[in-house]
């Protein structure tokens, strides 16, 4: 039986005045999911890197675009995909063709360095990425503690 999951679909403006829109959205999924206020505030720095590296590189200067943010809401977690490329999609196909994070697209997606996929890495619980087209990052933050073990391993129920 396939996972049952409510899904809430943001597309803004490639602008820096729209990353606090989305912090307060996510705050309010996460809050109505169940989340206690360090896994809220964990959520807003790392799902904000992924936002404002999205407003800041996605386009070029002469470029205009938008920017996608995806809320799949569960009974234990919630997943939150950001797409540069602003194109609607359907969550199902793309959350198929996501790849685990790996130490070589830290160069690739910081694209003007600083630490912001080792901090959405080390706050999010999972971190699956896609480069073309555009990047895509998918963030999952488990919502019931005991998802989470000891050794920062994850019970995945898929």
Sequence with gaps: MPLQYDYIEMKFPSSAEYVGLIRLTLSGV?????ATYDQIEDSKIAVSEAVTNAVKHAYGEDQTGDVLVGFAVYEDKVEI?????GQSFNYEDVRKELGPYTEDDNVNFLREGGLGLFLIETLM????IKKDP?????????INESQVHSNGETTVNR
């Design 134 to 142: 555009g990047v895509t990052i998918s963030m999952t933050k488990f």
């Design 81 to 85: 995909i950001v797409a540069d490329h």
């Design 125 to 128: 619980d999972e971190v699956y």
């Design 30 to 34: 996460l809050s109505r999911a169940g």
